[in-house]
């Protein structure tokens, strides 16, 4: 999950918890909601031992009012005065009297249902009525359960929750368990749900609201999607993925899932993507609901997405991390676990090569900076949590999974993972004893070894290739955007190779040398690319290889790790972009997936940066020849009989193509506007024909696709048209979008999208800036702390590429009164950004 963390100051103690004196065994609490107030009244009894004997009582709180504590001990009820430390977001319970051993904590309090999307929050909608609905839903990952109820708020405190509602009638409630019973009470029902196992308290869920739901039985286990009313089409296909993945994670893990139900809730304003709560997983509408019209990447991610949240039930809930300096260790197996079960249910969707685009290549962007971090990373106090919700614990951690399952064996990493499971089921684990238990099922191997070394240590390495004679010399060493190299970082890293004859080899390169045996015309290292790390070989070398891809005896993903590598080298200086174009229009137009699709991708990023500047005629009409090949194979007619991978190309090749004005497109797609066949028959290209739609029109093309988002009730359209609005030549419509974007038109959730594209887009990189600066104290407030939101304004930046933009930047977020703790390394990363795309202008064209 990418989740909403932080919420104010918090105190700059180390490793900032409660201790250990004081251990809650069972939570009984219940919720008195006002939906006309949005305020809550809660009381709690918390089932406790203490270790030791006290006369103070800590928890965490935050935004809550106690307005009676006390405590029973033996018999006897301690009076209790409250000491509010608001700055550790904590309250203490001063006793009348010392306390051992078993005790109730009772207090009554009440809080806010706010509407910032964290605790116990609210979320409004829109009914087929065109009326305004409203439910309350919960996030309270990372540590927002205190805002919900005073509690030990830290991942290693399991208990059992007995959760309770007092509810108006007609309004049904949702928590991780079953209701058990309903009484009537008035014009109100109390509706009491069973006692959850032994879990975190992160992972509690709270819902309240009229809902629609579609359900289906697998075992005994009711498996339910459910969403707010008008959406019940969209929740069936997504409720046959939930079933399919828990199926599949019962087998592969060997564990039965053992809770009596799983609902999915599609929630209309939400901070994160997803969340993981037990048997009750939470979704942005965007991410789980579809259907079989559905563009094929919505219905892939949604899938994928699912997978992730279920994956979590097992890795993360079941058996659950220490404490957040091991976050990857739920994040980065939900993001490899995901994949396997979403291949394993729709083979010919070929959902592998898709994880080296999703993953590796993310995993690479991100780490290439000197201002990343290890995976396993040290987090002293929650505040730090938010920093570390990103591309290194997803999807660095699991090319890293991936690599060491490559390296050990699918099913020695499968019994491996199975059994760290079953030792730390209901409690809590560390990355030390995964490793451990990997290294049992693979004896000899060093994995536990193996991946210390790739979790503690930031970067990933670049392997040089040279040949002499009969031998090919490796080196190492760590790659960085900046070329910036430090001698001092060494990787053991697992490389798997392939000789022109057709030998392969695998060795594990433990020392900043190595050298493979072998007579053979060339040699490609990271063969079938499971390994994360760059390779860099001779210009003569890098030529046959390109042969070799282009003659078919290297396929399509090796094809793609090469592309990848030589953009790279491209992007650091190391390879002159006339260099990589000349390369590229030689020998690798044409070939298929996912390298096409990389092609694409790069292809644009040059655009972009180069937009407006003299950069020559070869890189646009290499850019153009490579959409045009894949177009002239696909069209855009569905065709039968067509792989899956088709849909994606599809719809780059027209998105390239129409951003470079080819007639044939532009004009298709302007007639494909309002056709009804756009919602069925094209819904693949759908995206594609919005932003051709948007770059080649004028403020009447912006126009219609304001007022088709607001008409549009489809949340993923809505996605697609407010990124189509980012989308224009003309800078004052890129302007007119952006303050669009802070309109009530568009939910908070949503507001980073335009900002987000706009600053990416050919002609927006040059207004997003000045729109930011203006903006800025607004933006600031808008977006809470720890949101995620106000990260990716600032990412908006990282495609300037003039010195006084970048000092102007620089200066003004050296500024206190715009800074703010969850966005710093951002800043940071934005700005080395910023200095590579300045050497990569002054090595290839011109700046400003």
């Not at 219940?30 to 004997?53: C, L, Q, R, W, Y």
């Not at 550790?88 to 006793?95: D, G, I, N, S």
């Not at 992972?203 to 008008?230: E, M, Q």
Request: include cysteine; aromatic fraction near 10%; hydrophobic fraction near 40%.
């Amino acid at each position: 999950m990418r989740s909403k963390i932080a919420h104010g100051a918090r105190a700059a103690n180390s490793r900032e918890v409660i201790g250990t004196n004081v251990i809650p065994k069972n939570y009984r609490l219940n919720f008195i909601p006002d939906m006309k107030s949005f305020t809550f009244k809660g009381e709690e009894h918390i089932d406790a031992e203490v270790s030791k004997p006290s006369r103070i009582i800590t928890l965490n709180a935050n935004e809550l009012k106690i307005k009676r504590a006390s405590v029973s001990c033996n018999g006897k009820e301690l009076g209790a005065k409250v000491k509010y430390q608001k700055q550790l977001e904590r309250v203490q319970l001063l006793l009348d009297g010392t306390v051992s051993g078993k005790i109730v904590i009772h207090i009554t309090y009440s809080g806010v249902n706010n509407d910032k999307m964290y605790g116990f929050y609210r979320s409004t909608y829109k009914l087929p009525s065109g009326k305004t609905g409203v439910m309350l839903t919960s996030q309270f990952e990372a540590v927002d359960a205190r805002a919900a109820f005073p509690c030990i708020d830290e991942p290693a405190m399991k208990a059992t929750f007995e959760v309770s509602f007092e509810i108006d009638s007609e309004l049904e409630a949702v928590s991780n368990m079953p209701a058990e019973r309903t009484s009537p009470k008035g014009r109100k029902k109390i509706v009491s749900f069973m006692k959850t196992p032994k879990m975190a308290p992160y992972l509690l869920y709270l819902g309240i609201g009229k809902f629609d739901r579609v359900s289906a039985d697998y075992r005994d286990i009711k498996i339910s999607v459910i969403s707010t009313p008008g959406n019940l089409k969209y929740s069936k296909l997504p409720l046959s993925y939930a079933k399919a993945f828990l199926q599949f994670y019962e087998k592969y893990f060997g564990i039965k899932y053992p809770l009596p139900k799983m609902d999915l809730l599609a929630i209309p304003d939400f901070a994160a993507g997803a969340m993981e709560n037990w048997g009750a997983v939470t979704f942005r509408e965007t991410a789980i609901l579809c259907d079989e019209s559905s563009p094929l990447r919505v219905k892939q991610n949604v899938a994928i997405t699912i997978a992730h949240e279920l994956a979590h039930q097992w890795f993360g809930d079941l058996a659950t991390m220490a404490w957040w300096n091991d976050l990857w260790l739920n994040e980065s197996f939900a993001t490899m676990m995901s994949y396997k079960a979403v291949g394993s249910a729709f083979p010919e969707w070929d959902v592998g090569k898709k994880y080296l685009e999703d993953n590796f290549r993310d995993a690479f962007a991100a780490d290439q900076l000197h201002n990343t971090h290890p995976i396993s990373v040290a987090v002293n106090k929650p505040g730090e949590i938010d920093e570390i919700f990103d591309e290194i614990s997803y999807e660095k951690g699991g090319s890293v999974l991936k690599m060491l399952e490559d390296y050990i064996g699918e099913e020695a990493f499968r019994k491996g993972v199975s059994a760290y499971l079953n030792a730390h089921a209901y409690s809590n684990g560390e990355g030390r004893e995964l490793w451990t238990s990997l290294s049992r099922q693979a004896p000899g191997s060093g994995v536990d070894r193996l991946a210390e070394n790739w979790l503690t240590t930031p970067g990933f390495p670049a392997v040089t290739v040279k040949s002499s004679k009969d031998v090919f010399l490796l080196s190492q060493q760590a790659y960085k955007l900046s070329r910036l190299d430090n001698p001092g970082n060494m990787w053991k890293i697992p490389v798997h190779y392939k000789l022109s004859g057709g030998r392969e080899g695998r060795l594990l390169m433990e020392r900043k040398t190595a050298s493979i045996k072998g007579h053979a015309d060339w040699i490609k290292l990271n063969y079938s690319q499971n390994g994360l790390y760059r390779v860099m070989y001779d210009r003569d070398m890098v030529s046959r290889l390109g042969e070799a891809c282009r003659s078919g005896k290297l396929g399509d993903v090796d094809a793609w790790g090469l592309e990848e590598d030589l953009f790279s080298l491209m992007r650091t200086g190391r390879m002159t972009l006339n260099e990589y174009v000349a390369y590229v229009g030689k020998h690798f137009i044409g070939m298929g997936y996912p390298l096409n699709l990389s092609l694409v991708l790069n292809f644009n990023w040059i655009y972009s940066i180069s937009y407006g500047k003299a950069f020559g005629s070869a890189m646009h009409n290499t850019k153009f020849r490579i959409a045009k090949s894949i177009f002239d194979r696909y069209g855009f007619e569905r065709r039968r009989g067509e792989d899956a991978t088709a849909p994606l190309l599809r719809s780059a090749a027209i998105s390239s193509l129409g951003i470079a004005g080819y007639a044939p497109v532009v004009e298709r797609c302007r007639k494909l506007i309002g056709s009804p066949k756009l919602a069925k028959e094209f819904s693949d290209i759908r995206s594609a024909v919005y932003s051709t739609f948007a770059w080649n029109g004028n403020a009447k093309e912006a126009q219609k696709l304001r007022s088709m988002y607001l008409s549009s009730r489809i949340p993923q359209e809505r996605n697609e048209l407010l990124i189509a609005m980012s989308i224009h030549k003309q800078p004052e419509l890129e302007l007119k979008a952006l303050d669009f974007s802070m309109s009530d038109k568009v939910r908070l959730q949503d507001k980073f999208i335009i900002p987000s594209i706009v600053g990416t887009s050919p002609a927006g990189k040059d207004v997003i800036w000045g729109w930011v600066s203006a903006n800025w104290k607004e933006l600031l407030e808008m977006y809470d702390q720890g949101t995620h939101m106000l990260m990716r304004i600032v990412d908006s930046l990282s495609l300037q590429s003039d010195k006084e933009t970048r000092d102007q930047i620089s200066a003004f977020f050296s500024k206190k009164q715009n800074m703010r703790d969850d966005i710093k390394r951002t800043v940071r990363q934005t700005l080395e950004l910023i200095d590579a795309n300045i050497a990569f202008m002054e090595m290839n064209g011109r700046t400003k």
